[in-house]
């Protein structure tokens, strides 16, 4: 009983501070509170120990047998890694290849009232803020309409948006799709397949990046979670070009695959390589053609952002050990801030000032407020203005309000001082999902599937509506074009209108 309730303390105590490790080490606890157990009822029976030894062997191999001739393991059930178990003779429900777009509708220029581009992850300047606009946040007396739902392949993709075209990547049996959706009416408009498949079994399958959108020359640029980098038609989805980016710089792909979304400055498209130099990739976006590479680290999760920082501008990269910065027309390294570790880092660099930035992620590492000066010999440097614990940002990234940073940790909101670090508080299960910052409110699309808007507040929690929106885990960024919400998992995608604001 003491064993129980020790074991059932520390479960307990590893929930409730979102300790990353909760999940393997709640099973393994249990599983050793369960051993323990049978062997304490096998050595306290004096003359009868072998006898039962026995029956406790033979009861933990039918078990053990019965396990494995049942059941299979089907991925995660949510961020912390916590195992999902299916029957073996149980199907999947993935949708199969999309059906051929003969040509493009002509009406595609006339827009729904409220519309806007969202033409990246993250939006139009990669941060999480979307511009202002106007909606309704009595979502119990005017709740968003939904107006439309539709099946869409595997995959961890978010949507971009220019004019009426939604455009999202996702996995349909073998092909690695782009597909593209009227965000009117949900009706498929084009698609383009690449004959790959990226499968771990953690994480799902399928493609994790978000297209990149290039509105005024109507292109469109993806990675594939293989490291196919696309450059296709706006209006048609006609391929321009393709690199294989990992086979072009002998690169290894990324454990959890290739989840960087392709950025766009001057005439280029900048992009991150394998596990292994270069870091930072710069293509010519018309042709193709390498521009520049930099850096002799592994990539990571994360996607290079432009930031002016201290002055100057340059491209910001989370790597595999390290935090840098490139010069964007030579890809020069401006500075880099060692950041080590053995485990992934997804979360993107968040401006704090005109000469700082936040970098975070999780288990166990640590988040960084860092500081980028102008040298008096020329150059510049980096230093840490705090190191802490929180914000533990997952797959997701921080948002800064008036000097406080707020983001999902391990799961749970929290808002982090950053004067120095501290925590405020840490209130809300949202899971590990993803968030977009408008009209100073954070509206998060939550791991278990509801929509949920929440105002920053640094004394508590503050949340002012929720409604319910996909059916299962989520993953995928929400895509806030205007007053018309897009979100997405690896089963489902659904278009919401935001009610007008009266």
Request: aromatic share 8%; hydrophobic share 45%.
């Given at each position: 009983?003491?064993?129980?309730?020790?074991?059932?303390?520390?479960?307990?105590?590893?929930?409730?501070?979102?300790?990353?490790?909760?999940?393997?080490?709640?099973?393994?606890?249990?599983?050793?509170?369960?051993?323990?157990?049978?062997?304490?009822?096998?050595?306290?029976?004096?003359?009868?120990?072998?006898?039962?030894?026995?029956?406790?062997?033979?009861?933990?191999?039918?078990?053990?047998?019965?396990?494995?001739?049942?059941?299979?393991?089907?991925?995660?059930?949510?961020?912390?890694?916590?195992?999902?178990?299916?029957?073996?003779?149980?199907?999947?429900?993935?949708?199969?290849?999309?059906?051929?777009?003969?040509?493009?509708?002509?009406?595609?220029?006339?827009?729904?009232?409220?519309?806007?581009?969202?033409?990246?992850?993250?939006?139009?300047?990669?941060?999480?803020?979307?511009?202002?606009?106007?909606?309704?946040?009595?979502?119990?007396?005017?709740?968003?309409?939904?107006?439309?739902?539709?099946?869409?392949?595997?995959?961890?993709?978010?949507?971009?948006?220019?004019?009426?075209?939604?455009?999202?990547?996702?996995?349909?049996?073998?092909?690695?799709?782009?597909?593209?959706?009227?965000?009117?009416?949900?009706?498929?408009?084009?698609?383009?397949?690449?004959?790959?498949?990226?499968?771990?079994?953690?994480?799902?399958?399928?493609?994790?990046?978000?297209?990149?959108?290039?509105?005024?020359?109507?292109?469109?640029?993806?990675?594939?979670?293989?490291?196919?980098?696309?450059?296709?038609?706006?209006?048609?989805?006609?391929?321009?070009?393709?690199?294989?980016?990992?086979?072009?710089?002998?690169?290894?792909?990324?454990?959890?695959?290739?989840?960087?979304?392709?950025?766009?400055?001057?005439?280029?498209?900048?992009?991150?390589?394998?596990?292994?130099?270069?870091?930072?990739?710069?293509?010519?976006?018309?042709?193709?053609?390498?521009?520049?590479?930099?850096?002799?680290?592994?990539?990571?999760?994360?996607?290079?952002?432009?930031?002016?920082?201290?002055?100057?501008?340059?491209?910001?990269?989370?790597?595999?050990?390290?935090?840098?910065?490139?010069?964007?027309?030579?890809?020069?390294?401006?500075?880099?801030?060692?950041?080590?570790?053995?485990?992934?880092?997804?979360?993107?660099?968040?401006?704090?000032?005109?000469?700082?930035?936040?970098?975070?992620?999780?288990?166990?590492?640590?988040?960084?407020?860092?500081?980028?000066?102008?040298?008096?010999?020329?150059?510049?440097?980096?230093?840490?203005?705090?190191?802490?614990?929180?914000?533990?940002?997952?797959?997701?990234?921080?948002?800064?309000?008036?000097?406080?940073?707020?983001?999902?940790?391990?799961?749970?909101?929290?808002?982090?001082?950053?004067?120095?670090?501290?925590?405020?508080?840490?209130?809300?299960?949202?899971?590990?999902?993803?968030?977009?910052?408008?009209?100073?409110?954070?509206?998060?699309?939550?791991?278990?599937?509801?929509?949920?808007?929440?105002?920053?507040?640094s004394d508590r929690l503050e949340e002012i509506a929720r409604i319910p929106a996909l059916n299962s885990m989520t993953w995928n960024p929400p895509a806030l074009a205007g007053r018309w919400l897009l979100v997405r998992n690896d089963k489902e995608a659904v278009?919401?209108?935001?009610?007008?604001?009266?």
């Amino acid at each position: 009983m003491v064993t129980a309730m020790i074991v059932a303390t520390v479960i307990a105590w590893m929930f409730a501070t979102g300790q990353f490790v909760r999940s393997f080490a709640s099973i393994a606890l249990a599983l050793l509170w369960m051993l323990l157990t049978g062997l304490w009822w096998a050595f306290r029976a004096h003359g009868r120990r072998l006898a039962r030894l026995g029956i406790l062997a033979l009861v933990v191999i039918v078990l053990v047998t019965a396990f494995k001739l049942l059941l299979r393991y089907d991925g995660s059930a949510d961020g912390s890694a916590l195992p999902r178990f299916a029957w073996k003779w149980s199907r999947s429900s993935a949708v199969g290849a999309p059906a051929s777009v003969k040509s493009t509708p002509a009406d595609l220029s006339h827009l729904p009232s409220g519309l806007a581009d969202f033409p990246r992850f993250m939006g139009s300047l990669g941060d999480g803020t979307v511009p202002a606009v106007a909606f309704d946040t009595d979502w119990k007396a005017h709740p968003p309409r939904e107006v439309w739902r539709v099946p869409v392949g595997l995959g961890w993709s978010g949507f971009a948006v220019a004019g009426r075209r939604a455009i999202t990547q996702e996995q349909r049996g073998e092909m690695e799709c782009v597909t593209c959706y009227d965000i009117a009416d949900g009706s498929l408009l084009w698609s383009h397949e690449d004959k790959t498949r990226f499968s771990e079994q953690m994480g799902g399958d399928g493609p994790r990046a978000t297209p990149t959108i290039d509105v005024q020359n109507k292109a469109v640029f993806t990675m594939g979670a293989t490291g196919i980098l696309n450059c296709l038609d706006l209006e048609t989805g006609s391929l321009k070009w393709t690199r294989d980016i990992l086979s072009a710089n002998h690169a290894k792909n990324l454990m959890w695959g290739k989840s960087c979304s392709p950025l766009l400055h001057g005439a280029h498209v900048i992009v991150t390589a394998g596990m292994s130099a270069p870091t930072v990739i710069a293509l010519d976006r018309a042709s193709g053609k390498m521009a520049w590479q930099s850096g002799d680290d592994g990539a990571c999760y994360s996607s290079p952002v432009v930031m002016t920082i201290a002055g100057q501008e340059q491209i910001v990269s989370v790597n595999d050990t390290s935090v840098t910065a490139h010069d964007p027309a030579a890809g020069t390294v401006l500075w880099s801030f060692a950041w080590p570790g053995t485990m992934p880092k997804s979360s993107q660099p968040i401006s704090a000032g005109p000469d700082r930035i936040l970098v975070s992620s999780s288990y166990g590492m640590k988040s960084h407020l860092l500081e980028i000066k102008a040298r008096k010999a020329g150059g510049l440097s980096v230093t840490p203005v705090w190191t802490g614990a929180s914000p533990r940002t997952k797959f997701s990234s921080a948002s800064i309000v008036d000097g406080f940073a707020y983001g999902l940790d391990e799961g749970t909101l929290s808002c982090v001082d950053l004067r120095n670090g501290d925590r405020r508080w840490r209130d809300g299960r949202y899971g590990y999902g993803q968030h977009v910052l408008v009209n100073r409110l954070m509206l998060f699309q939550c791991e278990p599937g509801f929509l949920a808007l929440v105002k920053p507040n640094s004394d508590r929690l503050e949340e002012i509506a929720r409604i319910p929106a996909l059916n299962s885990m989520t993953w995928n960024p929400p895509a806030l074009a205007g007053r018309w919400l897009l979100v997405r998992n690896d089963k489902e995608a659904v278009c919401f209108e935001l009610p007008e604001k009266r």
